[in-house]
């Protein structure tokens, strides 16, 4: 049984791996494309349902106009690179809810939702590009696909720990998975976290950047986020890069954007 556990996992690891788009990142999909826009599909109706949109005719245009702008960007660039087959994963939808929450997220397959309380930290279109690029990278990445992997692969994890442990005490076995429930959650979850949303800061640069839009706007935008902090968290404890060390990276990533704003 054991054998066959770590059997699984290894042939899972070897025939479930992917890259990214542009980064090349090997990650792993243990779940197709399809199952996951179902899904994304169901859960974002049931969110739009429950929250009121913006009445904000103005502001909800202009979201979705640069929703739009980005998403025939990318999926312009997907058709010149031989991934003309990727865009039928993604159905693209911009939403702008009352919500005074400085956010903004994105669902699997392209579904969008911007809360109004962010739009003061963008203060214009291309602020708004900033966190659009960067939330549509979040979707053309994969990253949801790859953390509910990464969830799958942890639970295999656990069952095998416990296995190995069968002939320990009871007290043994529960310590060890303690800490392995933490070396989980501080060794993994939370830093690919992190690395997605640094991931999905140089994407949505050059995204933003092949819509039109300058990405060196993206400095400004995250110095403003970063004044708005009430408190700060310590970064390994984050899911989310430090703000100075975001910025510092973004600045690293301006040279490759810039190249697509050029072209």
């Not at 770590?6 to 980064?23: A, D, N």
């Not at 913006?54 to 929703?67: F, I, M």
């Not at 939370?190 to 933003?208: Q, W």
Request: with cysteine; net charge neutral; hydrophobic share 45%.
């Amino acid at each position: 049984m054991k054998k066959t556990f770590l059997f699984v996992i290894t042939v899972l690891l070897l025939f479930s791996c992917s890259r990214v788009m542009i980064t090349g990142r090997k990650q792993v999909a243990l779940v197709s494309d399809a199952e996951l826009l179902n899904m994304s599909l169901v859960s974002y109706k049931e969110f739009i349902d429950s929250v009121p949109l913006s009445t904000d005719l103005q502001q909800t245009a202009l979201v979705k106009k640069v929703g739009e702008n980005i998403a025939n960007a990318v999926e312009s660039y997907m058709k010149n690179n031989g991934l003309t087959g990727e865009i039928t994963n993604y159905a693209w939808e911009f939403n702008l809810v009352q919500d005074k929450t400085v956010n903004a997220f994105c669902m699997p397959g392209g579904k969008v939702v911007f809360f109004e309380g962010i739009l003061p930290v963008c203060e214009n279109e291309t602020g708004i590009a900033v966190v659009m690029g960067h939330e549509v990278a979040h979707a053309v990445a994969k990253h949801s696909k790859e953390r509910i992997s990464q969830q799958m692969l942890l639970s295999y994890g656990s069952a095998v720990t416990d296995m190995l442990l069968t002939q320990k005490s009871t007290v043994t076995r529960q310590s060890v998975q303690l800490l392995y429930g933490l070396g989980a959650q501080y060794g993994v979850i939370l830093p690919y976290s992190r690395n997605h949303e640094s991931e999905a800061d140089r994407l949505g640069l050059i995204f933003m950047a092949m819509a039109g839009y300058d990405p060196a706007a993206a400095v400004a935008f995250w110095e403003r986020m970063a004044a708005g902090e009430s408190g700060t968290v310590p970064e390994f404890l984050s899911t989310h890069p430090a703000s100075a060390k975001r910025i510092e990276n973004i600045k690293k990533c301006l040279p490759e954007a810039l190249g697509f704003y050029k072209q």
